[in-house]
């Protein structure tokens, strides 16, 4: 997977072959982020990333000004908190649309996120380092999501792994089954 380098918000630069996106937005609340080349419209599909850095100005617990998820085509990249997105607020809380959303535990640099984006359920769900931390319900039936970050001040993140389809169904199924047997 790669971010977009047509779709890059304010003071937002690529490295490593378009699979880090780095915001140096500044202080305050100023946001920059970027959109995925890939988007899905069907179909269960995952993929991870690493935290690399978190804005290097945010106090002790603040970090609202950094979210990982999906959004929609067109998604304005310099508008942390838009209605096309679904996000996990690396501070603790995850948002839907932009109507609000829940609690979730609090992530720090080397915490690796994967979204899983089913169009089968309707869903979109977050983990961090494999623990689930928010399912966003109810999402557009084909209307196409792509991975998406916006930051401020340092915020960078980096794609890990595509885990897709039918495949990792049935490593999913393994694991599970693994799990179980284990118990036995």
């Known amino acids: 997977l790669q971010w977009d380098p047509n779709s890059l918000g304010d003071a937002v630069t690529l490295e490593n072959g378009n699979t880090t996106v780095r915001c140096d937005k500044g202080d305050g609340c100023g946001m920059g982020g970027s959109i995925g080349l890939r988007g899905y419209d069907s179909g269960r599909h995952?993929?991870?990333?690493?935290?690399?850095?978190?804005?290097?100005?945010?106090?002790?617990?603040?970090?609202?000004?950094?979210?990982?998820?999906?959004?929609?085509?067109?998604?304005?990249?310099?508008?942390?908190?838009?209605?096309?997105n679904i996000v996990y607020y690396i501070h603790g809380s995850a948002q839907r649309y932009g109507l609000g959303g829940q609690s979730a535990s609090e992530s720090d640099v080397g915490d690796q996120i994967t979204i899983t984006v089913d169009f089968d359920q309707l869903v979109v769900e977050f983990r961090k380092n494999d623990e689930v931390l928010y399912i966003a319900e109810d999402i557009r039936p084909g209307v196409p999501l792509h991975p998406?970050?916006?930051?401020?001040?340092?915020?960078?993140?980096?794609?890990?792994?595509?885990?897709?389809?039918?495949?990792?169904?049935?490593?999913?199924?393994?694991?599970?089954?693994?799990?179980?047997e284990s118990l036995e």
């Open 46 to 84: 995952s993929f991870s990333l690493v935290i690399d850095a978190i804005p290097s100005n945010w106090t002790s617990g603040w970090r609202g000004g950094f979210a990982v998820g999906v959004a929609e085509p067109g998604v304005d990249v310099n508008d942390g908190a838009c209605s096309e």
């Open 148 to 180: 998406y970050m916006s930051g401020c001040a340092g915020a960078t993140v980096s794609f890990v792994q595509q885990v897709a389809g039918p495949a990792a169904e049935r490593a999913r199924d393994r694991r599970e089954v693994g799990d179980m």
